[in-house]
């Protein structure tokens, strides 16, 4: 997600230092693994090409240390595949002595176009700071370089910006160190005669491997960051596939350690320099505190886990109640106050309505559980927010539930109310297949948005629907060049970003990461 | 001196291993200081300032904390004196949790231009990666800065490229660190009436301060080398004020221990990552290594540094002799073989047929010193040399020396051949004098050559044209803003640059730091 478009709400943070601690003890250990280079590499025009950009191979990189260059000359190195880490190299000069520093500029890029298109070009509205990119002076030559931030990229262009008239430099043992907390060990392998599949659940699995850091984070590229809505997804494919029980464990103990004064908690969490709450807080993530548990439980069997975060998890399915009105429906609001999907026109009221119910489910599951005397009462809920959904939100005419004064019809609040399984199992059915035939104009704008509509048609008996669709929307973008699956695609307008330039996009994005999950858990 | 303009010969080194331990062994501690910025500045249009920009105050920077800056915000700070040394800072987020990396743009500058013209736009013919600046990319906030380069400036621009639209940041505790290898504690007081006099001793001092560092640097800001023509004068100055006497020794050693397979000294050393002799051999250069040699035994009485490199002393001398035409006069060369000043038409036959006279006058006196019996060969060599000088460079109707095929009169050649005693005494100071009246179009160009020029009127005997020379010139620079004494003042063209552009000059020059000499020595 990105950072803005969002309520900065004043929130007295209240810690729970036994949490925290908890979290801290839990802190994964990286896996490193140093990768080289696999090649030279230009990127040129192709109209064909996604972002109009296409990466060809020049050469390998053995000749590489032989080769100086001067001011103003650069070269683009593909490292074969999505890389998450440390670049270190060697500058060494080739000449006269050097009589002046040199001037690098290093570019670091997912994709073919953030080597084309100058990032001082970027005029989107979140930061530009995320264009990875470092301007370095060496006063000393040669030097091994070793540069302190860690990037996302498959791409690296060195751009030589100043030399000397009486030296030029070489450049040798170019590495890329790798971090994550994934052990890729643990994956079984997915004995399937469907090759898109195999390619897509493969895909997917390195998208996640990418992702699992000190947390699951969103993005490596960006945010980098620890939000409640990715870590629900890579949870759930992490239990088909690495199984790192101890990071879901640890990511939910961060978040049940700075709730607000209400116990809410926040929609993400930053964890450096010390953990910190985000001022932003959304309807439906935190209500998937309460659903990540559930699925940890599931998979994990903590019982211990379980009992110790069961009050921060009932605490969010309490809070989203007192949004009910007087009908038991979840209350529109104006602000951005429920994310489901990055769609500006989308109205959330029916899909968060929906997540209240599809969490309450669980909730209810869980206090049962831990035999917490709140099932019952939320047993009541369950009922009132699902007649309410008939009541208040079906249009039996149209054959479709409708959001907002508006009366708006569209994809997610469908998808939304499958999952919730508002209506009963025939008519929850029809309800998905009346989606794909009748195509309502507000549509899915995110990867997010469509794990959802397969998880629907899965969860509704549209095994078949949910296939395909899965191997046309990830398997497109692996048409289209993925390495690991993107933050964002639609395969109708290929430029989309809602942060106004594709250059921001994560094109390494964990709520992409689901087919694993999906193809896994329900034996696609 | 600048990078290119200079041949890149191909020289065989025979490092000298006892020389470079000994340099080794006497390499300085820094004297360090904690020095705060003294207030928040605003850089002007002025076309009455130097390069047409004055800084003016604005306010403390008690408030600076209490401010905070957001994206596209900058400010400048006025460390209030000229400074070499380390910058460090705190920065520190304001408002909602940074939930993007923070972008930086520092520019450092000895002068007020460095603030206000972009570096992008310059197009000099040295290397623009002298120019001070860095742009950083800050992951975690709060933080501490510590920059790793040394800086030589007086202004520091701060300018925020990035933060996001939900934090901005505040700046604190900026510091830098400054470092010399010059005793402040060991400079007598200047007792003199004259205010104008003093003002330019205390600024002298101040720009070989800050030169003097590992090595005595050209110019702290570029090329942070140790040049010997610079050396040669900053060891001058520093015997009158300083008084470091091993500084010189370990430069002397450092020069004595890379000469290539003659024996011939570099012009010039770069001290890491190793010593390197640079590629440059400058005919004049490498006679001042013997000049300083007597210099410096003069000064410090040490006979034992004067045994062990008067093999090296001897050698530049006889390695000068060999370019002796069969007339007994230095051979004019179309290379960049002397350096002599920066003046693109300036011949150098004369001047450097000079500077090997004034050479094997302190040559002799030394040889006699150590035992050494080449003093009755240089005896000859002199006495063949002055009147090779008399009989080819002199014209009599002109009452100049002249130089190269086009016989060219210039203020250098007279310079030096005063400076070298060619003419009896008398006809000397009529030289001098006949020199200030008559004011040959080939000029001066650098304080290097000005500085020759008072001291030869001051061994001329004319001492009040000296005074008033020194007065003039380097209280010119004082009245157009000089904290330290710069490398090219031009007081006809103060935008002169021999480098294409004046951004890139260095404003803090040991050549320039030599009124602290010509005053003290000679009771100015």
């Not at 176009?113 to 070009?121: I, K, T």
């Not at 994934?182 to 599949?197: C, F, R, Y």
Request: charged share 25%.
């Amino acid at each position: 997600m990105g950072e803005a478009k969002m309520q900065a709400v004043q929130a007295v943070i209240v810690p729970v230092e036994a949490f925290i601690n908890e979290a801290e003890r839990l802190k994964p250990e990286l896996f490193k693994q140093q990768v080289l280079p696999e090649r030279l590499a230009e990127v040129v025009r192709d109209e064909e090409a996604i972002h109009g950009w296409a990466a060809r191979a020049i050469t390998g990189t053995e000749s590489l240390p032989e080769q100086d260059f001067g001011t103003g000359d650069s070269f683009i190195l593909d490292f074969g595949d999505h890389r998450v880490g440390y670049v270190s190299f060697c500058v060494r000069p080739v000449g006269s002595p050097p009589d002046a520093p040199l001037k690098l500029k290093l570019t670091l890029g997912e994709m073919p176009v953030e080597m084309a298109e100058p990032f001082a070009e970027y005029e989107g509205w979140i930061s530009s700071s995320w264009l990875q990119e470092e301007t370095l002076f060496v006063d000393v030559l040669p030097r091994r370089i070793e540069l302190p931030r860690r990037y996302s990229f498959r791409y690296l262009k060195i751009e030589v910006l100043a030399t000397s008239a009486k030296y030029r430099v070489a450049f040798e043992d170019i590495i890329c160190t790798t971090v994550t907390s994934a052990d890729a060990s643990a994956v079984q392998p997915l004995g399937h005669s469907d090759e898109t599949l195999k390619e897509i659940d493969r895909v997917s699995i390195r998208t996640l491997e990418d992702c699992m850091q000190d947390v699951f984070e969103d993005g490596p590229k960006r945010d980098r960051r620890l939000w409640l809505g990715d870590l629900r997804l890579e949870a759930l494919a992490n239990y088909e596939t690495f199984r790192n029980m101890e990071l879901v464990k640890r990511c939910l103990y961060l978040f049940a350690g700075v709730p607000d004064e209400q116990g809410r908690v926040s929609a993400n969490l930053f964890i450096e320099p010390a953990i910190i709450a985000d001022d932003t807080y959304l309807f439906d993530y935190s209500l998937f505190f309460t659903t990540t548990l559930f699925d940890y439980y599931m998979a994990s069997g903590d019982e211990d886990t379980l009992k110790e975060l069961w009050p921060t998890a009932r605490k969010q399915v309490e809070l989203a109640l007192e949004q009910l009105d007087d009908q038991g429906l979840v209350q529109d609001q104006e602000t951005w106050w429920s994310f489901i999907d990055w769609h500006p026109q989308l109205n959330k009221q029916a899909s968060s309505h929906a997540i209240l119910i599809y969490t309450l489910k669980k909730a209810i599951q869980l206090a049962e559980q831990v035999g917490c005397d709140s099932s019952s009462a939320f047993s009541t809920e369950l009922t009132k927010t699902t007649q309410a959904a008939v009541d208040s939100l079906w249009d039996a005419d149209a054959g479709f539930f409708v959001s907002g004064a508006g009366r708006q019809i569209s994809w997610a609040s469908q998808i939304w109310c499958a999952l919730a399984g508002v209506l009963p199992e025939e008519q929850n059915k029809q309800l998905m297949l009346h989606l794909l035939s009748s195509r309502p104009d507000i549509g899915l704008t995110t990867p997010y948005m469509h794990h959802h509509l397969v998880e629907a048609l899965l969860v509704t008996g549209c095994r078949e629907e949910a296939a395909a669709h899965l191997k046309s929307y990830w398997g497109g973008m692996l048409a289209d060049g993925a390495d690991t699956f993107w933050e964002l695609y639609d395969p109708a307008d290929k430029n989309f970003s809602p942060y106004g330039s594709y250059l921001i996009n994560s094109y390494c994005h964990a709520w992409s990461c689901t087919p694993a999950y999906l193809i896994r858990h329900y034996g696609l």
